[in-house]
């Protein structure tokens, strides 16, 4: 993943240039240890800042996108593992199976398009909806499913409420299932296109490998 690919670079490179400096600081030019601790850390902060600007500037620029446009989907991605990390925390307290699977379900299919987001940040513009409210319904109603389960009373009113809530999951579920499938969509498209491109390359060369064949039984039979 190309966050974590940044944050090992960066710390790689400014942690033996801190610690370089350390040691130029207090045995080269013989200053205190604690000015050259506060060097070294300043040093260490600093270049790790210059250093995360400019791979936040190589990866706007890759990504044909703005540096609002970039922070934005990052402020999104950051919100939504925060829910997703909710969602996970309800597992315990929906009590039955099928709210269980429900909420199995919505977790997983959650975490494989924030993955495909991470991975590529310009996807976020296909499943928009999952960011700004298909994610929150999610956890909003699961929320409610487990605080109604947990209640003393077990009335017709009650019942008919958990009984609604677990059909709209489904079709929270179903929504979900539908932004995968748009995350998806153009990696579909692609490999489509780039299997047509094969076929067709494949059936043009195919006369050809056919002809060297038969010259090939026509050599074979003119020798015999």
């Known amino acids: 993943m190309q966050e974590i690919k940044d ?10 240039i801190s610690f370089a400096s350390w040691f130029i600081f207090t045995l080269g030019i013989g200053m205190h240890v604690l000015p050259a601790t506060g060097l070294m850390i300043a040093i260490y902060l600093g270049g790790n800042f210059t250093i ?9 620029k890759r990504l044909s996108m703005s540096r609002s446009e970039y ?3 990052k402020t999104q991605i950051n919100d939504a593992k925060n829910k997703i990390k909710q969602l996970n925390s309800l597992y315990g307290q929906v009590r039955s199976v099928q709210a269980f699977r429900q909420v199995y379900e919505m977790n997983n299919l959650s ?6 987001v991470r ?12 960011f700004y409210s298909h994610l929150d319904s999610a956890v909003e109603l699961t929320s409610k499913y487990a ?4 209640q003393p009373l077990k009335d017709q009113e009650l ?12 079709d929270v579920t179903k929504q979900l299932e539908q932004d995968l499938r748009g995350a998806l969509a153009s990696d579909i498209e692609q490999l489509q296109f780039e299997l047509d491109y094969v076929d067709v390359t494949m059936k043009k060369n195919k006369p050809l490998l056919e002809m060297k064949g038969e010259m090939h039984n026509d050599r074979k039979s003119y020798y015999k």
């Open 159 to 170: 019942r008919i409420a958990l009984q609604h809530t677990r059909e709209t999951l489904n």
């Open 71 to 73: 922070k934005h989907i």
């Open 7 to 16: 944050f090992f670079q960066r710390h790689f490179i400014t942690a033996p």
């Open 52 to 60: 995360k600007q400019i791979q936040i500037s190589s990866n706007v």
């Open 111 to 116: 975490k494989r398009i924030l993955s495909i």
């Open 119 to 130: 991975k590529n940040p310009k996807k976020f513009y296909h499943v928009e909806k999952f």
């Open 147 to 150: 605080m109604l389960v947990n």
